[in-house]
């Protein structure tokens, strides 16, 4: 069976058996569970992206981006992630990329699910609370990331981008997320988003987090009953909406 390397947002490589080889479920096969898998997924990708808001100890790398604009256009930090969302699926077009299902809910679902769990959730002014909200945050997150990947509708808009890079220059997946990922945190730094120990802590801990949930959530085979752990662009994917 040939194997498909997944890279998580940690710079972590995951190997997922490819969805294109005969074990691997049909399309139509565990539907229903595939449909819940991903708005489960990106749901609690949107909560939990909430929860590292709210403690205030620094976000993930695009969530930097979307902070500092938020601040600049006065609009809600869940807002701009749909307009930054839409404008990178955009860049999509040149790059030859196709996008699923799962790509075009991304753009709205995280989002939506960011700004009703802040508008829920009390202001956190003490460690003794903003912390435990971070590492909350980052645990969630790595299990949304294995609900959204395992169900196979495609890769969120700002990986996509990177795969497309990736295929159009030549250049590796990780060096283009590098480059792309220093740029936006640095660009969303400058406009006032946050950058703290939560951004370190979950660079380090998201890709065994993501790997890990991965297998718990990956869905049956068709004839051995083992798992499919995800769908990719040929031959690749990376785990973050």
């Known amino acids: ?23 691997a479920s ?18 609690l990708y949107g909560a939990s992206s909430a929860l590292l808001v709210a403690a205030g100890l620094g976000l ?13 256009t006065g609009l ?65 997150n790595g299990a949304a990331t294995g609900l959204y990947i395992a169900a196979r509708f495609g890769p969120g808009p ?4 990177m795969t497309g890079l990736h295929r159009r220059t030549g250049r590796s997946i990780r060096l283009m997320r590098t480059a792309v990922e220093v740029a936006v945190v640095v ?13 370190v802590l979950y660079a380090v801990s998201i890709g065994p987090l993501a790997q890990a949930f991965l297998r718990v959530f990956a869905l049956p085979s068709a004839s051995t009953g083992s798992t499919v752990v995800a769908g990719a662009t040929p031959g690749r994917a990376i785990l973050r909406p």
């Open 1 to 23: 069976m040939r194997q498909a390397t997944v890279t998580t947002q940690g710079g972590i490589p995951v190997s997922a058996p490819d969805p294109a080889t005969p074990s």
């Open 26 to 43: 049909p399309p139509g096969r565990h539907l229903p569970r595939r449909l819940v898998q991903l708005y489960a997924g990106l749901t």
């Open 60 to 72: 993930e790398p695009w969530n930097v981006l979307h902070q500092g604009l938020a601040e600049l």
């Open 76 to 140: 809600s930090i869940g807002v701009v992630s749909i307009v930054v969302g839409a404008a990178v699926l955009l860049l999509w077009v040149p790059l030859r990329q196709r996008p699923g299902l799962g790509t075009v809910s991304n753009v709205f679902v995280v989002g939506l699910a960011m700004d009703g769990t802040l508008a829920l959730l009390p202001d956190a002014r003490s460690l003794a609370v903003r912390v435990p909200l971070l590492v909350a945050g980052i645990v969630l």
């Open 158 to 161: 700002r990986d996509g981008l």
């Open 187 to 199: 660009t969303g730094f400058l406009l006032g988003g946050t950058i703290g120990v939560g951004t």
